[in-house]
């Protein structure tokens, strides 16, 4: 097969002249290797819109399992002599960023990290708090132009993100269980972070810990059987979520998978984040949302906080709301980064809409070069502004 027929296959036949004296093996090869590689090799060769280059690799992984395109085996290098050692590496500055609520399937939510030079950020890492999209091709393609820019990614699930009773979704799943297990599979391909993963930069170090969860209807104890009932009748969750028959309560089963983390004990300070709310402090009070108050029955859980006290965190990300909040309470920072929907941005103003602007320095919430620091917005916050003086 020849580098013009699979491009006319893809649709992708203005792309012959920028990939002229390329051939499939060697690029074969280079899937072989890493996924990643090949989509740098691509942006390399000329191919700048990333949709493209996800086409062509896939249709080239394609068309190698089924026999249409080989690859050739490296031929042995020559033994040269080995070079003296280098003296070690002094150590960088790493930084943390996070963000959640990506909602990837909306063009202008897309724009922000693409802008974002591939390669800019390998020192750094950042966490990407949950509802990425339902849309499985999607999902993939968001953490594959994350994993471009960015050292280190981390995810945790969010709702959107299990959402399987869409026709859209990609594929069939029989419940939203087994969409979380695919999610965590393709992590795994894209070496996206799902378990606690330690941080090491020039001044210090962090563990950076997901916490899975759900939420539940008694999160801030003012439930009432008409607002459970609206909820149902409201949040596309209870329509777009499909749950094993012998799961009780779905906060329970899900925070479940965090219990191997509890028993770990961990040698420099915890950063923990979660797609849910783990207080009921870290958003408007029920009252302030008239009729829609019944949303508070739908956004957290307190087994998250529970377990984010069990880890002793410093720090703890979340998202969900669409508020971007910060807090300090007890001894611990909560931040939320969210971008939101595009005509969020236009009714009400957030600090995080500033990412459209190509500043992604509002999501930074560590730094190795100041790694005692856990306060991401010092000049907001209470404790360090205030500190004999609760926040209003």
Same mark, same amino acid.
């Given at each position: 097969?020849?580098?013009?027929?699979?491009?006319? $296959?893809?649709?992708?036949?203005?792309?012959?002249?920028?990939?002229?004296?390329?051939?499939?093996?060697?690029?074969?090869?280079?899937?072989?290797?890493?996924?990643?590689?090949?989509?740098?090799?691509?942006?390399?060769?000329?191919?700048?819109?990333?949709?493209?280059?996800?086409?062509?690799?896939?249709?080239?992984?394609?068309?190698?399992? $089924?026999?249409?395109?080989?690859?050739?085996?490296?031929? #042995?290098?020559?033994?040269?002599?080995?070079?003296?050692?280098?003296?070690?590496?002094?150590?960088?500055?790493?930084?943390?960023?996070?963000?959640?609520?990506?909602?990837?399937?909306?063009?202008?939510?897309?724009?922000?990290?693409?802008?974002?030079?591939?390669?800019?950020?390998?020192?750094?890492?950042?966490?990407?708090?949950?509802?990425?999209?339902?849309?499985?091709?999607?999902?993939?393609?968001?953490?594959?132009?994350?994993?471009?820019?960015?050292? $280190?990614?981390?995810?945790?699930?969010?709702?959107?993100?299990?959402?399987?009773?869409?026709?859209?979704?990609?594929?069939?799943?029989?419940?939203?269980?087994?969409?979380?297990?695919?999610?965590?599979?393709?992590?795994?391909?894209?070496?996206?972070?799902?378990?606690?993963?330690?941080?090491?930069?020039?001044?210090?170090?962090?563990?950076?810990?997901?916490?899975?969860?759900?939420?539940?209807?008694?999160?801030?104890? #003012?439930?009432?059987?008409?607002?459970?009932?609206?909820?149902?009748?409201?949040?596309?969750?209870?329509?777009?979520?499909?749950?094993?028959?012998?799961?009780?309560?779905?906060?329970?089963?899900?925070?479940?998978?965090?219990?191997?983390?509890?028993?770990?004990?961990?040698?420099?300070?915890?950063?923990?984040?979660?797609?849910?709310?783990?207080?009921?402090?870290?958003?408007?009070?029920?009252?302030?949302?008239?009729?829609?108050?019944?949303?508070?029955?739908?956004?957290?859980?307190?087994?998250?906080?529970? #377990?984010?006290?069990?880890?002793?965190?410093?720090?703890?990300?979340?998202?969900?709301?669409?508020?971007?909040?910060?807090?300090?309470?007890?001894?611990?920072?909560?931040?939320?980064?969210?971008?939101?929907?595009?005509? $969020?941005?236009?009714?009400?103003?957030?600090?995080?809409?500033?990412?459209?602007?190509?500043?992604?320095?509002?999501?930074?919430?560590?730094?190795?070069?100041?790694?005692?620091?856990?306060?991401?917005?010092?000049?907001?916050?209470?404790?360090?502004?205030?500190?004999?003086?609760?926040?209003?």
């Amino acid at each position: 097969m020849h580098t013009h027929e699979l491009l006319g $296959e893809l649709q992708l036949s203005h792309l012959s002249e920028t990939m002229n004296g390329q051939a499939l093996f060697e690029l074969v090869n280079i899937l072989e290797r890493s996924r990643l590689e090949l989509l740098q090799h691509l942006r390399d060769l000329g191919i700048e819109k990333l949709a493209e280059r996800q086409r062509l690799a896939n249709g080239l992984g394609k068309a190698h399992r $089924e026999g249409r395109v080989g690859f050739q085996a490296p031929l #042995q290098p020559i033994e040269a002599p080995r070079p003296a050692p280098l003296a070690p590496a002094k150590k960088r500055e790493r930084k943390l960023y996070a963000v959640s609520d990506l909602h990837w399937d909306h063009e202008a939510n897309q724009s922000w990290l693409h802008r974002i030079p591939d390669g800019s950020h390998m020192d750094d890492a950042i966490i990407v708090a949950g509802d990425i999209t339902h849309k499985m091709d999607m999902f993939r393609d968001c953490l594959t132009c994350f994993k471009l820019k960015f050292g $280190e990614v981390f995810w945790v699930a969010g709702n959107h993100d299990l959402w399987v009773c869409r026709q859209d979704v990609g594929m069939e799943f029989k419940t939203s269980v087994d969409k979380l297990e695919w999610c965590l599979q393709v992590c795994s391909e894209l070496n996206v972070r799902t378990e606690p993963t330690r941080i090491q930069g020039s001044g210090g170090s962090v563990w950076v810990v997901p916490l899975y969860g759900w939420y539940n209807s008694d999160f801030d104890g #003012q439930s009432t059987e008409e607002s459970r009932k609206q909820c149902q009748e409201n949040m596309s969750d209870t329509y777009l979520c499909a749950w094993p028959e012998d799961v009780r309560t779905v906060d329970e089963m899900l925070a479940s998978r965090n219990t191997p983390v509890l028993a770990r004990s961990f040698d420099a300070p915890v950063i923990s984040y979660s797609h849910f709310l783990p207080r009921p402090d870290l958003m408007p009070p029920r009252a302030r949302w008239g009729y829609r108050s019944f949303i508070c029955d739908a956004v957290g859980s307190r087994l998250l906080e529970k #377990q984010i006290r069990q880890l002793n965190s410093k720090l703890h990300i979340f998202g969900h709301t669409h508020i971007n909040w910060d807090a300090y309470h007890d001894g611990i920072h909560y931040v939320q980064n969210a971008v939101r929907y595009p005509n $969020e941005r236009v009714y009400w103003r957030s600090r995080v809409d500033e990412i459209q602007e190509n500043d992604i320095s509002t999501l930074l919430v560590w730094s190795s070069d100041k790694a005692d620091k856990f306060c991401p917005l010092p000049e907001r916050c209470g404790k360090c502004n205030w500190p004999s003086k609760p926040r209003t």
